[in-house]
């Protein structure tokens, strides 16, 4: 491996009472790829995102970034090493315009009060950087906007304070065919930023399109995680109703 | 159109772009072009749903026109300050309830808690024999302690706030006749607080007032547009501030002028702004100034949207909410004040009747019972809608029955305008 992970999850376990939900779970993301978590519903994905995003810290398990070693017990400590979630029920207010937004709960202040002009130019700043051509104005109103615009809106929010680790959780459940499109190009692009990106969904055919790295979730434990250029639709699919075993090397 | 892999796409780095092209020609910020292009993008706004307070405006004007044309004492200069001060008390109200329908909540006992707080201003001064400042603070004191009470139980407990507001409307009628006594009245004696409503300032200092009004007017919007201007983003026309300002200048010249004139009836002669005015426009000034430029107001606006959106963003919800319910009622004593002042005594009903104009006077000048849309600015013009169909119908000798036939149904209007206007931008019909 060229480049050292940024995050690298070994031996996570966790349990709600007596149901053990992830049940010694590696994961790495490297910077500037894209690795996306697959696996079934109830195999553990939304666990495994809720503790790196610190909601709901792990039971045990060592969670390591730029290779030390961190305890992910609360949002705010996510967030302060540059850890960001997209949830998939968009957290945007529709009454509140993009910069608002983006801004929200990390508003710039001179004199106490805002500065309006100063979150504009980095909202637009951020909005070009991921070459977004899709919105008129920074100024509109997010209830005047597509679900695709929203799901830009939300994904730019995420990296507006530099982030390091965005994860997106069924970013294009919700979407259209060409809206889809977009937003995955974002993501693209959130990569070339130099983010490491953890992309979960559903839909295979996305996952191709943009994935380095695949990490499979069967029941509480990674079956598989493969180069996406050495598996095939087939293969992933087999692991995650465990039809298939994964005998390869984990990458 | 395939997608690359990373590795391939070009790599377009910041400094690059930066390089290639300014921020505004890629995404715009709404501000730039001429008058016409703004005005243009301000009709393009309002036939998507957001009108704000003009449909109150309009119906203003008309419902002015019609009560000047029946009514030969509509115009005149004495009615007009009456009509100021009968509003007063609904357009303090109104702005004290926008602060928790903002967040998508109520407080039906804003009316009560204007009116038990002064039963007890006015015992404690006319009974007790304290010092008027002394007992208006410990009147706004309690304000604090009912709206953090509210607070408590809304944001912290959970209970729906039209449940708790609606236990102290009726907690604290109780209350009141127990201070008040049945069928007891208090004199309001103190000079200063009937003089709010009854005395008025000098000429001079009317126009004094719109001097500062334009001043800082003038002063904000080229501070805005100097910070903008350092952040490298475009203003809008420097146009537009002129347009401001002579907007402000004709109809504040229009009403200092009014108010100039001689109105008395008597040999002594009654002139100037009444006192209640620029007592109202400070509050109106500072409100506006809190929820449109600082955080508080902001997560205001954040909560009453999308409360988990604003939850994840770090916005501590809970404590939003308690501070917007205690910021209601403190405003609430206001309006209480204004109101013993234009009566002149209190009584076991003080403000029994009124919360409900004040919830009206908001949403007909345009601020959603939804939550996170509207302005302080709208609940005054809301809350003058209001007086002046009160105010007309009162001069054309009708029975007091129409008057509340014609608010409901201004009021079924406004919320209907509301309602359409949600689903033109976009937004359901039902609350989501």
């Keep these: 491996m060229a480049e050292a992970p940024i995050i690298e999850l070994t031996n996570i376990v966790k349990s709600f009472g007596p149901v053990s939900v992830l049940k010694g779970v590696n994961l790495r993301a490297y910077p500037g790829k894209v690795t996306a978590l697959v696996g079934d519903n109830g195999a553990g994905k939304s666990t495994l995102i809720k503790g790196l995003a610190g909601v709901q810290p792990y039971d045990s398990g060592e969670v390591r970034f730029a290779g030390e070693a961190v305890h992910l017990h609360s949002p705010r400590e996510a967030s302060r090493l540059g850890i960001e979630v997209v949830y998939q029920d968009l957290a945007l207010c529709d009454n509140l315009d993009i910069v608002q937004n983006m801004f929200l709960g990390r508003e710039e202040l001179g004199f106490g009060t805002f500065d309006e002009g100063l979150m504009e130019r980095e909202a637009a700043e951020t909005l070009r950087q991921l070459s977004v051509r899709t919105v008129s104005s920074v100024r509109q109103k997010v209830s005047s906007l597509s679900g695709g615009q929203r799901q830009t809106v939300a994904i730019a929010r995420s990296v507006l304070k530099k982030a390091k680790v965005v994860v997106l959780d069924e970013p294009t459940a919700a979407l259209g065919v060409a809206q889809t499109e977009q937003v995955l190009e974002l993501v693209g692009r959130l990569a070339e930023q130099g983010v490491a990106v953890i992309l979960i969904s559903h839909n295979l055919a996305d996952v191709f399109a943009v994935a380095d790295y695949i990490s499979v979730l069967y029941l509480g434990q990674m079956v598989a995680s493969v180069k996406a250029e050495d598996t095939n639709r087939d293969d992933i699919v087999g692991y995650i109703t465990g039809s298939k075993t994964y005998n390869g090397v984990q990458a | ?432």
């Design chain 2, 1 to 432: 159109m395939t997608i690359g892999a990373p590795s391939q796409a070009p790599d377009p780095t910041p400094t690059d772009v930066l390089a290639t092209r300014s921020t505004a020609e890629l995404i715009g910020s709404g501000q730039e072009g001429t008058v016409m292009d703004q005005a243009r993008a301000y009709l393009q706004r309002v036939r998507h749903g957001e009108m704000g307070a003009l449909p109150a405006i309009g119906g203003f004007v008309v419902l002015s026109i019609m009560f000047a044309i029946l009514s030969p004492f509509f115009l005149t200069e004495r009615n007009f300050a009456n009509l100021l001060t009968q509003a007063a008390t609904l357009v303090m109200l109104g702005m004290a309830l926008v602060f928790v329908i903002l967040l998508g909540e109520i407080d039906l006992s804003a009316g009560v808690t204007s009116g038990l707080t002064m039963c007890i201003f006015v015992v404690l001064v006319n009974v007790n024999g304290f010092n008027w400042m002394l007992a208006l603070l410990i009147a706004l004191l309690t304000g604090v302690a009912i709206g953090t009470f509210i607070g408590f139980f809304v944001a912290r407990v959970g209970i729906p706030s039209f449940v708790v507001t609606l236990g102290l409307f009726l907690g604290f009628q109780g209350l009141e006749l127990i201070i008040i006594g049945s069928g007891g009245l208090y004199r309001v004696q103190t000079p200063e607080i009937l003089s709010i409503m009854n005395a008025n300032m000098p000429v001079w200092a009317g126009w004094a007032m719109l001097a500062v009004i334009l001043a800082v007017s003038l002063g904000t919007s080229l501070w805005d547009r100097a910070r903008r201007t350092r952040a490298g983003v475009p203003n809008r026309t420097i146009a537009l501030v002129w347009i401001k300002l002579g907007v402000i200048l004709v109809i504040g010249g229009v009403v200092v002028a009014l108010l100039s004139n001689d109105r008395g009836t008597g040999f002594k002669p009654v002139s100037g702004v009444p006192i209640v005015v620029p007592i109202t426009l400070a509050i109106l000034w500072a409100g506006t100034f809190v929820l449109d430029r600082t955080k508080f107001g902001r997560y205001i606006y954040a909560v009453g949207g999308n409360a988990e959106a604003a939850r994840r963003a770090g916005v501590k919800v809970v404590l939003i909410r308690w501070t917007a319910f205690i910021v209601c009622s403190t405003l609430a004593v206001i309006s209480g004040l204004f109101s013993i002042s234009k009566v002149g005594s209190v009584d076991a009903a003080a403000g029994r009747d009124i919360v409900l104009s004040g919830v009206a006077a908001a949403v007909v000048g345009g601020v959603s019972l939804f939550g996170g849309r509207g302005r302080l600015l709208h609940a005054a013009i809301g809350a003058l809608v209001i007086a002046v169909i009160t105010n007309g119908l009162g001069l054309l000798n009708l029975p007091a029955g129409v008057n509340y036939v014609v608010t409901g149904a201004v009021l079924i209007l406004a919320a209907t305008v509301d309602a359409v206007s949600r689903v033109r931008a976009g937004g359901s019909l039902t609350r989501r």
